[in-house]
T-cell receptor, first 111, second 115 residues
Framework: EPEVTQTPSHQVTQMGQEVILRCVPI?????FYWYRQILGQKVEFLVS????????KSEIFDDQFSVERPDGSNFTLKIRSTKLEDSAMYFC?????????FGPGTRLTVL | AQSVAQPEDQVNVAEGNPLTVKCTYSVSGNPYLFWYVQYPNRGLQFLLK??????LVKGSYGFEAEFNKSQTSFHLKKPSALVSDSALYFC?????????????FGKGTKLSVKP
């Protein structure tokens, strides 16, 4: 069964550094998403991506964040200058129908 | 604004007993509702969805959910709980304010099933 994959599973970085989180959505899916989950809190929407452009973003998704689909398979989330409060689990999701399918997540720890 | 509420932080059930995890929603139109499960150190796994039609929807691993429009609820149920059902359960609704189907999640309910 096809699944969404994410790398790395855990990323540790210093405050102020850039990080890139990678996702490979399910191959025939058309809509792509990033969500985050701060430890102990609810899952929050960050951004959606369709037809090679951002279609929606939340207030969390400020100028420090960017997304890209550099080729036909990868979907990346970049944080330019990480802050302590960016520490969270980041989930990628994709869909072609109604339900979204989530990857296993990348745990980002900012020191 | 759309929202989802899961009133219980934790639900404790004995193995073999029925379980219910509660969810209520607030949306401006007809809701698209979802349940996801998260096992420790894992991603979110889709369990089931309600779009339209029969109010009782069946999903993976023997779970089902009942849509109740008058009570704006979408409770997750299982007739006989297993220890392996212990996990974090999230209810979600599709955000009608957006156009691309992003989800609004509840805060999650931890289900603990004891032998």
């Amino acid at each position: 069964e096809p699944e969404v994959t994410q790398t790395p599973s855990h990323q540790v970085t210093q405050m102020g550094q850039e990080v890139i989180l990678r996702c490979v959505p399910i191959s025939n899916h058309l809509y792509f998403y990033w969500y985050r989950q701060i430890l102990g809190q609810k899952v929050e929407f960050l951004v959606s991506f369709y037809n090679n452009e951002i279609s929606e973003k939340s207030e969390i998704f400020d100028d420090q964040f960017s997304v890209e689909r550099p080729d036909g398979s990868n979907f990346t989330l970049k944080i330019r200058s990480t802050k302590l409060e960016d520490s969270a689990m980041y989930f990628c999701a994709s869909r072609t129908g109604i339900e979204q399918f989530f990857g296993p997540g990348t745990r980002l720890t900012v020191l | 604004a759309q929202s989802v509420a899961q009133p219980e932080d934790q639900v404790n059930v004995a193995e073999g007993n029925p379980l219910t995890v509660k969810c209520t929603y607030s949306v401006s139109g007809n809701p698209y509702l979802f349940w996801y499960v998260q096992y420790p150190n894992r991603g979110l796994q889709f369990l089931l969805k309600y779009i339209t039609g029969d109010n009782l929807v069946k999903g993976s691993y023997g779970f089902e959910a009942e849509f109740n429009k008058s009570q704006t609820s979408f409770h997750l149920k299982k007739p006989s709980a297993l220890v392996s059902d212990s996990a974090l359960y999230f209810c979600a609704v599709r955000d009608y304010g957006g156009s691309q189907g992003n989800l609004i999640f509840g805060k999650g309910t931890k289900l603990s099933v004891k032998p």
